[in-house]
Nanobody
Framework: QVQLVESGGGLVQPGGSLTLSCATS????????MAWYRQVPGNEREFVAA???????KYADSVKGRFTISRDSAKKSMNLQMNSLKVEDTGAYYC???????????????WGQGTQVTVSS
C-alpha cells in the first residue's frame, strides 16, 4: 500500500520561502516519477512540478524560476523548495507518484493528506 505524507506548509508573507517535503512508503520511489500538485477550494487540483527517476524536471509556467523539485531515492522523500512566494501560490499541496514520459507527467490516484501553504501579508 502506498502512503504519502506531505509536510512543511505554513503561513508566509509574499516574497518569502518554504520547503515542502513528501515522505513515501510502500512505493518504489526509485522507479517512480513524483510530482507536486496544489488545490484551492472550488478549483481543480493543478500540476506544479514533477521529477523523473532520472531527475528530469518539469514545472508549471507559473512557478518556473521560483520553485525547485528534488528527490532523495535512498530516503524515499521528495522536496519542493518554494522561493519568491506569491499570494496566488496559496493552496493545499499534494505529492503524487506517477509516470514521466516524453516530457509529460501522468499522475496516479495516490494522494496524501496535503499540506497547506498560505501566502498572505
Amino acid at each position: 500500500q502506498v502512503q504519502l505524507v506531505e509536510s512543511g506548509g505554513g503561513l508566509v508573507q509574499p516574497g518569502g520561502s518554504l520547503t515542502l517535503s513528501c515522505a513515501t512508503s510502500g512505493a518504489t520511489l526509485r522507479l517512480n516519477a513524483m510530482a507536486w500538485y496544489r488545490q484551492v477550494p472550488g478549483n481543480e487540483r493543478e500540476f506544479v512540478a514533477a521529477i523523473s527517476p532520472d531527475d528530469d524536471t518539469k514545472y508549471a509556467d507559473s512557478v518556473k524560476g521560483r520553485f525547485t523539485i528534488s528527490r532523495d531515492s535512498a530516503k524515499k522523500s521528495m522536496n519542493l523548495q518554494m522561493n519568491s512566494l506569491k499570494v496566488e501560490d496559496t493552496g493545499a499541496y499534494y505529492c503524487n507518484p506517477g509516470t514521466y514520459w516524453n516530457g509529460n507527467y501522468f499522475p496516479t490516484d495516490y494522494w496524501g493528506q496535503g499540506t497547506q501553504v498560505t501566502v498572505s501579508s
